[in-house]
């Protein structure tokens, strides 16, 4: 990685960890939310079909946590950037909670859909909502009741937003990735994509992560620490 290289356009890809200091659980680890369920219960397109009430109820159940909980400093870092970096930055997420907005970032990608949102699958329609939504549900604009989803990607559906991702990948000079096992794809993948491209790919974790060997250096530590001190040493190399 070169220290004076000017980046024009620089992609963060976050997970769970970026979230851990606000409070909300990770997946995977001690405490992870998949530690004591089964990711086949509640993440599937299978077992939204099989037992929808069950699938609604698990996400209900999350929203009041997340609605509550705070940005860190690794969530304000990246706004920081996005203000006083002088490149197209951009956040692609998969974290489903809504701190990245919340800590004042812009062109916000969520691949993984949001907590707050619900899809009609008879017309398309996104309500917003923190509240409860459940199998008797109106769709507000169609007005069909028990066809909402929560607009979270399951296990064997297609992520949002990816023809805008992939050409983000494609210009990007330098890639971060915040607080990410890298075990999902096709997210895992994206730092072959932008290394394949020419960026410098940079990941910020508290241990080995399974795409490891891709990225040109790793920071440990916890995000809210290494983040905001990455991000200053980045603005201050433009005095240089
Ligand atoms: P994981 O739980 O798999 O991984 C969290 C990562 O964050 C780990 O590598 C931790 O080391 C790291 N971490 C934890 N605390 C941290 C901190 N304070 N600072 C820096 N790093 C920290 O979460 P994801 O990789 O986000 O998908 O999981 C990917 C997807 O798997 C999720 O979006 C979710 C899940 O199935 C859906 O629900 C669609």
């Not at 086949?40 to 077992?47: G, K, N």
């Not at 916890?222 to 005095?239: C, H, M, N, W, Y």
């Amino acid at each position: 990685m070169d220290n004076t290289r000017l980046y024009k356009n620089i992609v963060i890809l976050t997970g769970a960890g970026i979230s851990a200091e606000s409070g909300l659980s990770t997946f995977r680890g001690a405490n992870g939310l998949w530690n004591n369920r089964r990711v086949e219960d509640v993440a599937t397109v299978e077992a939204f079909e099989r037992n929808p009430e069950f699938v609604h109820d698990f996400y209900n159940t999350l929203k009041p946590e997340i609605l509550k909980a705070h940005p860190n400093p690794a969530h304000f870092a990246l706004t920081r950037l996005q203000k006083e970096y002088p490149a197209e930055v951009s956040v692609i997420t998969q974290n489903v909670d809504t701190l990245h907005e919340k800590a004042g970032s812009q062109n916000v990608y969520h691949i993984h859909g949001q907590i707050n949102q619900a899809v009609c699958l008879n017309c398309g329609h996104i309500l917003e909502s923190w509240n409860d939504v459940t199998t008797e549900t109106v769709c507000p604009s169609c007005g069909i009741a028990g066809m909402m989803k929560p607009n979270i990607v399951f296990f064997g559906e297609n992520l949002l937003y990816m023809d805008k991702v992939e050409q983000l990948l494609r210009c990007c000079d330098l890639f971060l990735s915040v607080g990410t096992s890298g075990v999902v794809y096709p997210a895992a993948g994206f730092v072959q994509t932008v290394k394949y491209y020419g960026a410098d790919a940079v990941e910020f974790t508290l241990e080995p992560t399974a795409n490891n060997y891709l990225f040109d250096r790793h920071i440990y530590g916890p995000a809210g620490k290494t983040l905001p001190q990455f991000v200053d040493e980045l603005i201050s190399s433009l005095r240089k």
